[in-house]
């Protein structure tokens, strides 16, 4: 029986994604999340989510973070993006980050549910316009590279990360996490090697990296669905 997460702050949104799920696979079981927190907490409790349908912009997430928590922390679980945004761009460093596809918020109920069937099938879906722009969209180095560096991090590490960039020192991200200072201390040893930065300011800098622009302004502020 498969279990899906629609993790998206919109409710109609997800309740048309529960709709077009139970279409694609009558036996499947929904869960809903309305921002990031929700969404982590339910794949820490129940570790037989299979396929994660992720709002690139709700509380919590911001870019490509939240995609780039889910790979870190629950490598198992297949991830799909479902955005508004849906540059090519950003489709593609969403599929250099490790998405199983990318559903835009304006694909049709039809296309959803034939999304969903296949990526929990454990294929790679896209609708046919983006399979033809990724052809010409390439592969960024540096996203790539980051890509891999994010994903050598163990689950804790990319926790103990996510707390080093939002400025928590190491007894505080200690006491966040219920563990000692010193293995905190070990912990951003092993970050800093792996990710290959030297201080925290370069790791935090390094989660920045995952913020996306404005649709139609890629070179602009942070994007809003």
């Known amino acids: 029986m498969p279990r899906l997460l629609i993790a998206d702050d919109h409710p109609l949104f997800r309740a048309a994604l529960t709709q077009a799920a139970v279409a694609a696979a009558p036996d499947c079981q929904v869960l809903e999340a309305s921002d990031l927190e929700s969404a982590l907490a339910l794949l820490e409790s129940d570790p037989d989510i299979d396929l994660v349908l992720l709002d690139l912009h709700m509380p919590g997430n911001h870019g490509l973070a939240g995609l780039a928590a889910v790979r870190a922390q629950f490598p198992q679980v297949a991830v799909a993006v479902c955005s508004g945004h849906d540059d090519p761009r950003v489709v593609r460093r969403v599929l250099d980050h490790g998405a199983a596809g990318f559903v835009p918020k304006r ?12 990526m929990l099938d454990c294929e790679t879906w896209l609708p046919d316009d983006l ?31 996510n707390l080093i960039a939002e400025g928590l020192l190491n007894k505080q991200i200690a006491d966040r996490l219920d563990v000692q200072e010193r293995t905190v201390k070990a912990h951003v040893s092993a970050i800093f090697e792996k990710l290959g930065v030297r201080n925290r300011t370069q790791a935090s800098l390094l989660l920045r990296e995952l913020a996306l622009s404005e649709p139609g302004a890629l070179d602009g502020d942070p994007a809003r669905d």
């Open 131 to 161: 399979h033809r722009a990724m052809a010409d969209t390439a592969s960024n180095p540096a996203d790539s590279d980051l890509a891999a560096r994010l994903a050598s991090l163990t689950p804790q590490q990319f926790r103990v990360l």
């Open 107 to 118: 694909t049709d109920m039809a296309q959803i549910r034939h999304a969903i069937a296949a």
